[in-house]
């Protein structure tokens, strides 16, 4: 991938790339940090110019955290205060967290315009009108998206937080790549939240920040308090009530357990605690000043390998007789007034604000930074007012970074050795899916046990018929025997005559013959149609034996 320094277009009123090499137009802060121990309050964090760890475009450079546990300040100018007014706000940079994050955001501000901004002076009490990125400590992921408003009235100003986005922002911190974070204010007091090009928060200036952008229009009066007969009990005890002269209490709340049994290898006479053997006096002891000593205390060793030590005593549990002192029962109370609320006034300090885009103008960038972490990487920092320009500075820088991490991501089977790596219970998930499908294999197509000819077989033809179909089937050989019969006998007859007595008794035989065939044709007609009513009534799971009976049956009628 052949990188070149990405030039903006349109309006744009801050664009930073740093492939200079330089901090020429960033000012670092030279200021204390108020509330803070005086070895970490000033901001001496450190911060250089250089290359991405892993994924590296060739003449591409980024502003890098270089300190961890120290408070870091930059800032630079705009090249003009952006001021709200008819264009929207587009503000854009990329962030890296090369090592990872353990606790440490890598968000900017927007730092109001006056007259007497000092950039050296930058810290975290300095005024901002934005607030904006990624911030993380402990396991809270955080987007963060914040603006201070102005009261009109009086004149202070409040924070007022954007919701928080509901898709889960763990990856951004954890998988070592660039990503793009893009804010998005629009005139008509609408907000987006853009990471690598894509909105995981969005809403109203209006509605979706907390706090709500304007007060109440009425608040509960400061100067009323409660009256002292109010009562706001809903229940009170029947004061009719009267104890039972016969009321137990059932004896203690815990009983000992008269069924428990002292442990085999209780060690009665053991201390729980005894003098370790291996401490020794300090050569510096005085027994006149410090009285004699005494070896320090330690856990019984013989007390570890044995069930308990000291005197057994059962242990204790709940008394099933108990009962408790007497309570009257709660009854209804007859002078419930209710929940007590003071009554409500106007709120002298309401306010409507029905633009709150219109925000105050400002005109620096800087970053305010505290990190457990180092080597947090910045690039491409670009304020404007057209999305395309904004997107035009992406492609032409975070693009390529994303096309170079894509080229370098792992196989298929490292990412999965590599999530194994990290969650050993994928092992047994992985072996489970590939001997899956080889038992499937080995189940199915095992080879099975063939079977004989059915003309080498040696079975009977009841073996496979029904007790009607068995009847047909003696009927049709006793014919069989007979026919076979006339025509041994006719056979004997023919013996020594002419050629034309052997021609008609042959006629005979056939006719015969077909005369037998037509009746087995009858018969088998017969004997298909109770088979077909009876198969119909068959179990579909004996389809294998159906097919062998059938071809059976028809062998049969063709050797008659």
Not at 409 to 431: C, D, H, S, T, V
């Amino acid at each position: 991938v052949m990188y070149q320094t990405p030039v903006p277009s349109g309006e744009v009123f801050f664009a930073e790339t740093f492939d200079d090499g330089l901090l020429d137009r960033w000012i670092l802060s030279k200021t204390m940090k108020e509330d803070a121990d005086e070895d970490i309050a000033k901001y001496d964090g450190q911060w250089k110019v250089e290359e991405l760890k892993e994924n590296k475009l060739s003449g591409d450079l980024g502003l890098v955290l270089k300190s961890t546990a120290r408070h870091h300040a930059i800032s630079a100018e705009l090249q003009k205060p952006f001021v709200f007014d008819s264009k929207p706000l587009i503000v854009q940079y990329e962030v890296n967290f090369q090592d990872g994050i353990d606790c440490g955001g890598a968000y900017i501000k927007l730092l109001s315009h006056s007259s007497d901004l000092n950039l050296e002076e930058f810290h975290d009490r300095t005024a901002y009108t934005i607030m904006f990125g990624p911030d993380k400590c402990g396991e809270d992921y955080k987007l963060h998206f914040i603006f201070r408003h102005k009261n009109p009235i009086i004149g202070d100003y409040d924070e007022k937080h954007a919701k928080r986005p509901e898709v889960d922002l763990k990856k951004f911190f954890t998988d070592k790549k660039t990503h793009l974070y893009t804010l998005i204010l629009k005139p008509q007091n609408t907000y987006e939240m853009l990471i690598d090009q894509i909105v995981v928060g969005q809403g109203s200036l209006l509605e979706d920040v907390i706090p709500p952008l304007n007060p109440p229009k009425e608040i509960d009066d400061p100067k009323e308090k409660k009256p002292k007969e109010w009562d706001e009990r809903p229940k009170i005890p029947d004061p009719h009530a009267v104890e039972p002269e016969e009321w137990d209490e059932g004896g203690p709340e815990k009983i000992e357990d008269v069924n428990a049994v002292k442990p085999e290898g209780w060690l009665d006479d053991e201390p729980h605690l005894v003098s370790d053997p291996e401490a020794q006096k300090p050569s510096d002891w005085n027994d006149d000043m410090d009285d004699e000593w005494e070896a320090p205390l330690i856990s019984n060793p013989k007390c570890q390998t044995a069930p308990g030590c000291g005197e057994w005593k059962p242990p204790l549990i709940d008394n099933p007789n108990y009962k408790g002192p007497w309570k009257p029962p709660m009854i209804e109370n007859p002078n419930y007034q209710g929940i007590w609320k003071p009554r409500k006034i106007p709120n002298p300090h309401y306010f409507e604000d029905l633009n709150p885009f219109r925000m105050t103008p400002f005109s620096a960038i800087g970053l305010e930074l505290w990190s457990m972490t180092s080597d947090i990487y910045f690039d491409n920092f670009i304020i404007c007012t057209e999305k395309e320009v904004a997107d035009r500075w992406a492609s032409d820088s975070w693009g390529l970074k994303k096309l170079v991490a894509s080229a370098n991501e792992p196989g298929m089977i490292n990412q999965l050795l590599k999530a194994a790596e990290e969650r050993p219970w994928l092992w047994g998930l992985y072996i489970l899916t590939a001997a899956l499908p080889v038992g499937l294999l080995v189940l199915f197509c095992w080879p099975r046990k063939k079977i004989e000819e059915v003309e080498d077989a040696d079975f009977s033809m009841s073996d496979f018929l029904q007790p009607d179909e068995t009847d047909l089937a003696h009927q049709k050989e006793v014919k069989k025997g007979d026919l076979e019969g006339a025509e041994d006998h006719k056979e004997a007859e023919l013996d020594g005559d002419d050629v034309d007595e052997d021609t008609e008794n042959e006629e005979e035989n056939e006719d015969e013959d077909e005369e037998f065939s037509q009746e087995d044709e009858d018969t088998g007609a017969t004997a298909n149609q109770s088979s077909d009513d009876e198969m119909k009534e068959a179990d579909e799971g004996a389809e294998c034996g159906d097919k062998l009976k059938k071809s059976l049956r028809k062998r049969r009628v063709r050797k008659d």
